[in-house]
Protein backbone atom coordinates (compact mmCIF):
# COMPACT_ATOMS: atom_id res chain seq x y z
CA UNK A 1 0.00 0.00 0.00
CA UNK A 2 1.11 3.68 -0.70
CA UNK A 3 -0.22 7.09 1.26
CA UNK A 4 -1.08 9.31 -1.21
CA UNK A 5 -2.71 13.08 -1.86
CA UNK A 6 -5.21 13.43 -3.87
CA UNK A 7 -4.12 15.64 -7.40
CA UNK A 8 -7.52 16.78 -7.87
CA UNK A 9 -8.63 18.20 -3.97
CA UNK A 10 -5.64 18.10 -2.53
CA UNK A 11 -5.05 17.76 1.32
CA UNK A 12 -7.04 14.67 2.47
CA UNK A 13 -4.33 11.22 2.42
CA UNK A 14 -5.94 7.82 1.24
CA UNK A 15 -4.51 4.92 0.41
CA UNK A 16 -3.63 2.92 -2.66
CA UNK A 17 -3.58 -0.79 -2.49
CA UNK A 18 -1.09 -2.10 -4.69
CA UNK A 19 -2.60 -4.72 -7.07
CA UNK A 20 -3.67 -8.49 -6.19
CA UNK A 21 -0.51 -10.20 -8.04
CA UNK A 22 -1.52 -10.85 -12.04
CA UNK A 23 -4.32 -8.25 -11.96
CA UNK A 24 -4.48 -4.43 -12.61
CA UNK A 25 -6.76 -2.08 -10.14
CA UNK A 26 -7.09 1.56 -10.64
CA UNK A 27 -9.02 3.56 -7.49
CA UNK A 28 -11.05 6.81 -6.70
CA UNK A 29 -10.04 9.26 -4.00
CA UNK A 30 -13.20 8.51 -1.49
CA UNK A 31 -13.37 12.71 -1.32
CA UNK A 32 -13.86 13.96 -5.11
CA UNK A 33 -13.83 11.06 -7.40
CA UNK A 34 -10.47 11.42 -9.08
CA UNK A 35 -9.69 8.00 -10.49
CA UNK A 36 -6.14 7.13 -10.21
CA UNK A 37 -3.66 4.66 -11.97
CA UNK A 38 -2.27 1.61 -10.74
CA UNK A 39 0.15 2.88 -8.77
CA UNK A 40 -1.83 5.69 -7.46
CA UNK A 41 0.83 8.28 -8.41
CA UNK A 42 -1.27 9.89 -11.51
CA UNK A 43 -5.04 10.49 -12.53
CA UNK A 44 -5.81 7.63 -14.91
CA UNK A 45 -5.38 7.88 -18.41
CA UNK A 46 -8.54 6.20 -19.95
CA UNK A 47 -6.79 6.37 -23.73
CA UNK A 48 -3.70 4.77 -22.49
CA UNK A 49 -4.59 1.21 -22.77
CA UNK A 50 -1.30 -0.17 -21.43
CA UNK A 51 -2.38 0.89 -18.02
CA UNK A 52 -5.44 -1.43 -17.99
CA UNK A 53 -3.58 -4.65 -19.61
CA UNK A 54 -4.69 -7.57 -18.32
CA UNK A 55 -7.82 -8.28 -15.59
CA UNK A 56 -8.63 -6.06 -12.87
CA UNK A 57 -8.56 -7.13 -9.24
CA UNK A 58 -12.29 -8.45 -8.08
CA UNK A 59 -13.89 -7.47 -4.72
CA UNK A 60 -13.10 -10.99 -3.72
CA UNK A 61 -9.42 -10.62 -4.32
CA UNK A 62 -9.14 -7.01 -2.61
CA UNK A 63 -10.73 -8.11 0.31
CA UNK A 64 -8.79 -11.61 0.30
CA UNK A 65 -5.55 -9.82 0.33
CA UNK A 66 -6.52 -7.40 3.37
CA UNK A 67 -7.61 -10.19 5.59
CA UNK A 68 -11.43 -10.62 5.20
CA UNK A 69 -11.48 -14.65 5.24
CA UNK A 70 -14.75 -15.70 3.74
CA UNK A 71 -15.32 -13.18 1.15
CA UNK A 72 -17.98 -14.51 -0.80
CA UNK A 73 -20.56 -14.75 2.42
CA UNK A 74 -19.72 -11.19 3.44
CA UNK A 75 -20.27 -9.97 -0.07
CA UNK A 76 -23.87 -11.93 0.15
CA UNK A 77 -24.45 -11.11 3.97
CA UNK A 78 -23.18 -7.50 3.10
CA UNK A 79 -25.70 -6.43 0.28
CA UNK A 80 -28.57 -8.26 1.77
CA UNK A 81 -28.51 -6.21 5.03
CA UNK A 82 -27.83 -3.06 3.19
CA UNK A 83 -24.27 -2.35 4.83
CA UNK A 84 -21.44 -0.89 2.43
CA UNK A 85 -18.75 -3.33 1.74
CA UNK A 86 -16.12 -1.24 3.20
CA UNK A 87 -18.17 -1.13 6.61
CA UNK A 88 -18.64 -4.92 6.53
CA UNK A 89 -15.35 -5.14 6.50
CA UNK A 90 -14.27 -2.88 8.97
CA UNK A 91 -16.43 -4.78 11.50
CA UNK A 92 -15.22 -8.34 10.79
CA UNK A 93 -11.35 -6.50 10.86
CA UNK A 94 -12.06 -5.14 14.43
CA UNK A 95 -14.21 -7.85 15.89
CA UNK A 96 -12.04 -11.05 14.59
CA UNK A 97 -9.61 -10.44 12.88
CA UNK A 98 -11.23 -10.99 9.56
CA UNK A 99 -13.97 -13.29 10.25
CA UNK A 100 -13.52 -17.49 9.89
CA UNK A 101 -12.20 -18.96 7.01
CA UNK A 102 -14.59 -21.41 4.83
CA UNK A 103 -15.47 -24.40 6.52
CA UNK A 104 -13.94 -23.43 9.72
CA UNK A 105 -15.60 -22.68 13.13
CA UNK A 106 -16.30 -19.24 14.01
CA UNK A 107 -15.26 -18.20 17.59
CA UNK A 108 -16.69 -17.41 21.06
CA UNK A 109 -15.78 -14.04 22.74
CA UNK A 110 -13.44 -13.39 25.66
CA UNK A 111 -15.78 -11.44 28.04
CA UNK A 112 -15.52 -11.44 31.66
CA UNK A 113 -18.89 -13.60 32.08
CA UNK A 114 -18.95 -16.82 33.64
CA UNK A 115 -20.08 -19.78 30.69
CA UNK A 116 -21.75 -22.03 33.30
CA UNK A 117 -20.10 -25.01 31.42
CA UNK A 118 -21.70 -24.22 27.66
CA UNK A 119 -18.75 -23.05 25.69
CA UNK A 120 -15.24 -22.02 25.58
CA UNK A 121 -14.09 -18.43 25.73
CA UNK A 122 -12.24 -18.07 22.44
CA UNK A 123 -13.14 -21.78 21.29
CA UNK A 124 -15.55 -22.75 18.50
CA UNK A 125 -18.89 -21.89 18.13
CA UNK A 126 -21.03 -24.97 17.17
CA UNK A 127 -24.89 -25.43 17.05
CA UNK A 128 -24.71 -27.41 19.86
CA UNK A 129 -22.63 -25.31 22.24
CA UNK A 130 -24.62 -22.39 21.03
CA UNK A 131 -28.05 -23.78 22.08
CA UNK A 132 -26.68 -24.98 25.01
CA UNK A 133 -25.69 -21.23 25.56
CA UNK A 134 -29.19 -19.89 24.95
CA UNK A 135 -30.97 -22.18 27.18
CA UNK A 136 -28.30 -20.69 30.26
CA UNK A 137 -29.10 -17.73 29.17
CA UNK A 138 -32.89 -17.95 28.80
CA UNK A 139 -32.68 -19.76 32.68
CA UNK A 140 -30.82 -16.98 33.70
CA UNK A 141 -27.70 -18.74 34.75
CA UNK A 142 -25.12 -17.17 32.83
CA UNK A 143 -24.93 -13.57 30.81
CA UNK A 144 -24.50 -13.13 26.94
CA UNK A 145 -21.25 -13.63 25.77
CA UNK A 146 -20.16 -12.40 21.85
CA UNK A 147 -20.66 -15.13 19.52
CA UNK A 148 -18.80 -15.32 15.79
CA UNK A 149 -17.36 -13.47 13.56
CA UNK A 150 -19.72 -10.32 14.50
CA UNK A 151 -19.40 -10.75 18.00
CA UNK A 152 -23.28 -10.79 18.26
CA UNK A 153 -23.63 -9.96 21.85
CA UNK A 154 -27.10 -8.75 22.73
CA UNK A 155 -30.23 -10.33 22.69
CA UNK A 156 -31.36 -8.22 19.80
CA UNK A 157 -28.33 -9.61 17.38
CA UNK A 158 -28.43 -13.04 18.82
CA UNK A 159 -31.89 -13.40 17.88
CA UNK A 160 -31.80 -11.68 14.35
CA UNK A 161 -29.35 -14.06 13.32
CA UNK A 162 -31.29 -16.85 15.22
CA UNK A 163 -34.46 -16.35 11.94
CA UNK A 164 -31.67 -17.73 9.68
CA UNK A 165 -29.84 -20.78 10.30
CA UNK A 166 -28.58 -19.82 13.58
CA UNK A 167 -26.03 -17.51 15.42
CA UNK A 168 -22.91 -20.55 14.69
CA UNK A 169 -23.86 -20.17 10.96
CA UNK A 170 -21.23 -17.41 9.56
CA UNK A 171 -23.65 -16.32 6.75
CA UNK A 172 -26.35 -15.78 9.70
CA UNK A 173 -23.84 -14.25 11.95
CA UNK A 174 -22.40 -11.68 9.74
CA UNK A 175 -25.87 -10.77 7.83
CA UNK A 176 -27.35 -10.12 11.26
CA UNK A 177 -24.14 -8.42 12.51
CA UNK A 178 -24.44 -6.38 9.51
CA UNK A 179 -28.07 -5.75 9.30
CA UNK A 180 -28.05 -3.70 12.97
CA UNK A 181 -24.89 -1.87 12.13
CA UNK A 182 -26.83 -0.76 9.26
CA UNK A 183 -29.55 0.53 10.51
CA UNK A 184 -26.79 2.58 13.49
CA UNK A 185 -25.10 4.03 10.80
CA UNK A 186 -27.84 5.26 8.88
CA UNK A 187 -29.01 6.81 12.21
CA UNK A 188 -25.91 8.13 13.37
CA UNK A 189 -23.28 7.98 10.64
CA UNK A 190 -20.28 6.08 10.44
CA UNK A 191 -18.33 6.89 13.57
CA UNK A 192 -21.26 7.22 16.31
CA UNK A 193 -22.89 4.06 14.36
CA UNK A 194 -20.18 1.91 15.16
CA UNK A 195 -19.38 3.59 18.61
CA UNK A 196 -22.96 2.36 19.36
CA UNK A 197 -22.66 -0.92 17.74
CA UNK A 198 -19.49 -1.30 20.50
CA UNK A 199 -21.03 -0.13 23.48
CA UNK A 200 -20.51 2.75 25.69
CA UNK A 201 -17.74 4.55 27.08
CA UNK A 202 -14.02 5.69 26.10
CA UNK A 203 -13.01 2.07 24.59
CA UNK A 204 -16.18 2.41 22.46
CA UNK A 205 -15.21 5.82 21.24
CA UNK A 206 -12.05 4.72 20.38
CA UNK A 207 -13.42 1.98 18.63
CA UNK A 208 -15.87 4.29 16.59
CA UNK A 209 -12.52 6.83 15.60
CA UNK A 210 -10.76 3.68 13.92
CA UNK A 211 -13.66 2.37 12.23
CA UNK A 212 -14.26 5.94 10.70
CA UNK A 213 -10.65 5.99 9.76
CA UNK A 214 -10.37 2.00 8.47
CA UNK A 215 -13.27 2.86 6.38
CA UNK A 216 -12.74 5.95 4.52
CA UNK A 217 -10.00 3.38 3.63
CA UNK A 218 -11.41 0.42 2.82
CA UNK A 219 -14.05 2.70 0.47
CA UNK A 220 -10.89 4.00 -1.55
CA UNK A 221 -9.71 0.38 -2.14
CA UNK A 222 -13.35 -0.58 -3.37
CA UNK A 223 -14.59 2.32 -5.14
CA UNK A 224 -16.31 1.28 -8.14
CA UNK A 225 -15.03 -2.33 -8.02
CA UNK A 226 -17.19 -5.08 -8.83
CA UNK A 227 -17.03 -8.30 -7.74
CA UNK A 228 -16.37 -8.87 -11.79
CA UNK A 229 -13.79 -6.78 -11.51
CA UNK A 230 -15.44 -3.92 -13.67
CA UNK A 231 -14.82 -0.40 -12.48
CA UNK A 232 -18.50 1.36 -12.48
CA UNK A 233 -18.38 5.13 -13.83
CA UNK A 234 -19.80 6.54 -10.65
CA UNK A 235 -17.98 7.58 -7.48
CA UNK A 236 -20.16 4.70 -5.32
CA UNK A 237 -23.74 4.71 -4.41
CA UNK A 238 -25.71 7.92 -3.14
CA UNK A 239 -26.11 6.45 -0.10
CA UNK A 240 -22.06 5.57 0.63
CA UNK A 241 -21.46 9.50 -0.56
CA UNK A 242 -23.84 10.52 2.50
CA UNK A 243 -21.86 8.36 5.03
CA UNK A 244 -19.03 10.10 4.15
CA UNK A 245 -20.47 13.47 4.23
CA UNK A 246 -22.12 12.71 8.00
CA UNK A 247 -18.93 12.50 9.73
Known amino acids: MAGQKCFECGGHDFWVIYPVPGR???VRCPWCGEVYSVLGV???DREDKSQTEGPMATQTEILLAHGVK???ITIRA???AGLPLAAACVVL???TAGGSRPGQ???WGHDKVNTGGTYTKGGPVTKENYLAYKKAVKAGRIRRQGVGDCQLTSS???DRADTKVGAWDPYSNQWAGFAGLARLISKYGVQQGARRYNGAGPKAEAYGRRFLASYNIWQGWLQGITDEGAVTGTVGSSHQQQLLLND
Open 24 to 26: YLC
Open 42 to 44: APY
Open 70 to 72: NPE
Open 78 to 80: AKD
Open 93 to 95: MQE
Open 105 to 107: PMI
Open 156 to 158: EYQ
